[in-house]
């Protein structure tokens, strides 16, 4: 039996190579090899509200990636002065992807923004600017760097024990958190850093970026519940 194919999404931004600069589909390789070296097959989906079903008809299971903010209208907010670099066609895109994913039962791993996606896709919301709320900026300390902290994990949920601190780089937070979505792990600022549903056979989001660190457990666990549908 071959791999599993694991589609990962794309950013959608001007990117710059050779003597060209142009828009383009990309996504830190990161991505790419932590779902290779779990054993699945990485398929670069690009955000796309046509052709959802087609494309899901041909993957296994789906990799939510990183990126900028999401357009605050899409969970019903005004925009907050530090929201920026919103791309409402990659949210429109990402939307569709994944609620059709979750009505398939497709695994689903949701990472930083994708864990944002997966609230606003059941319904959440999102703290804008997490340091109005909890008065610091240890989840993002320096901008295009990762910052490092511990989380605290519920040991009855799918992620079990997280080994060591988790990488982070983000300035928003679930707010509302969405229908059937679970609560598993936090930080020890009391920032949700996880959810799962318990319904589904695999739908994991983290605020963090496991693909960046050493722990690759939850895109093997990923790529176990892709080869066992």
Partial sequence: MGRPVIGITTYVEPASWGAWHLEAALVPYDYVRAVERAGGRALLVPP???GVEEVLDRLDGLVFSGGNDMEPDTYG???????NGTNPSRDRGELALLTAALERDLPVLA???????????RGGDLVQHLPDVVGHEEHRAVVGEFSEHDVRVDPSSRLGAVAGPVKSHH???LGRVGAGLREVAWAEDGTVEAVEDPQKPFVVGVLWHPEAGEDQRLFEQLV???RNR
């Fill in 77 to 83: 907010a005004d925009a907050h002065p530090a929201t």
């Fill in 48 to 50: 796309d509200p046509d």
């Fill in 171 to 173: 300035h928003q937070a």
């Fill in 111 to 121: 990472i930083c923004r994708g864990f944002e996606v997966l609230n606003v896709a």
């Fill in 224 to 226: 176990e519940a892709a």
